[in-house]
């Protein structure tokens, strides 16, 4: 994902007045893409962003799944359900520290 659409996805540099938008901005850029650069090596391959229910709520708040998309999101799925499997694909998991996420 190039920068300039994180940037564009985000709403610009100048629009990290609030909270909310700097939190999509961290979310977006920092998460995001030091998984793409640590984990990929660079390479521009979707991600799947696995999320329990506080995650979601957080991510909700503050993203839209557009935004999500631009940033090199493919699916979202809830850790409590059965998901699907995409073997060649790299996922990112968000969930809160609670017994209930970690079973």
Known sequence: MKKSNLIA????VGALS???SYAKWRILND?????RKRAMGGKSDYLILVVD???LKVFSS???FYELYAAGIFHVELLS???KKFPQTHAI???SPTPASIK
């Open 9 to 12: 996805a985000t709403g610009g």
């Open 18 to 20: 609030s909270l909310r």
């Open 31 to 35: 998460m995001f893409e030091e998984v």
């Open 53 to 55: 229910h506080a995650a």
């Open 62 to 64: 503050c993203c839209q």
């Open 81 to 83: 359900k059965t998901r």
């Open 93 to 95: 998991y968000f969930v």
